[in-house]
């Protein structure tokens, strides 16, 4: 499944720095779960594809599960930075760190939609131990989120009832543009975040 945003910004961000065989079993593993799923989706598979024996790829990591926390915690990461960042850089109204968070949460998922895609649905495969630090990391980008509305109420800059639901519905309607905007070569990726976050400042105001 090769679409436009891979063409014009690979499957992985820079912060994924593994090179040579291992890219590319990160990249196999990642373009397999994405289209089959976890479940559906075998170690040997993953060799064929980056054209290694099925053994070879225990030399470089330990088990599929493996393959499926280092990709799910890259893209958690990576979505927790882009907000935090997104926030710092705003200034102090909360109108404008909304407005810039809820566009890094549009931009990451039309940016590395196959890795949004993994990490949002397969965190259910994870041991009970390994997700836990990835719940750690989806909850302190809800939480920043939430905080920012929760001040612009308290501030009087927004009205918004239920800061919780109100982060629920931008963080589900965010996480839809993986699914569509690859394939949607009538939108660029401006118009949509743009159009996302004023949205958001709509909904809160």
């Not at 060799?47 to 225990?58: Q, T």
């Not at 890259?74 to 935090?84: D, F, I, M, T």
């Not at 196959?114 to 994870?126: I, K, P, S």
């Not at 750690?136 to 501030?155: F, K």
Request: with cysteine; glycine share 6%; charged share 25%.
């Amino acid at each position: 499944m090769i679409d436009r945003t891979t063409l014009e910004h690979g499957l992985l961000p820079p912060r994924a720095t593994s090179d040579g065989t291992l890219r590319r079993i990160y990249e196999a593993a990642l373009v397999a779960f994405a289209e089959r799923g976890y479940h559906g989706t075998s170690m040997r598979e993953i060799a064929d594809a980056c054209a290694i024996k099925a053994s070879s790829i225990y030399a470089h990591v330990s088990s599929k599960e493996q393959l499926l926390h280092d990709l799910i915690r890259l893209g958690h990461e990576e979505h927790r930075e882009a907000l935090r960042d997104a926030m710092l850089g705003a200034g102090a109204d909360p109108a404008d760190q909304l407005r810039a968070m809820v566009g890094a949460h549009v931009r990451f998922h039309a940016t590395y939609p196959m890795l949004a895609t993994v990490a949002n649905n397969e965190l259910h495969a994870l041991s009970p131990d390994s997700a836990a630090e990835i719940v750690d990391l989806r909850e302190d980008g809800v939480r920043s989120i939430m905080d920012v509305i929760t001040r612009g109420v308290r501030l009087h800059r927004f009205t918004c009832d239920d800061p919780f639901l109100t982060t629920a519905v931008l963080g589900a309607a965010g996480i839809r543009v993986a699914v569509w905007y690859p394939q949607r070569g009538d939108y660029d990726i401006e118009t949509v975040v743009n159009t996302y976050a004023d949205l958001a400042i709509k909904l809160v105001t």
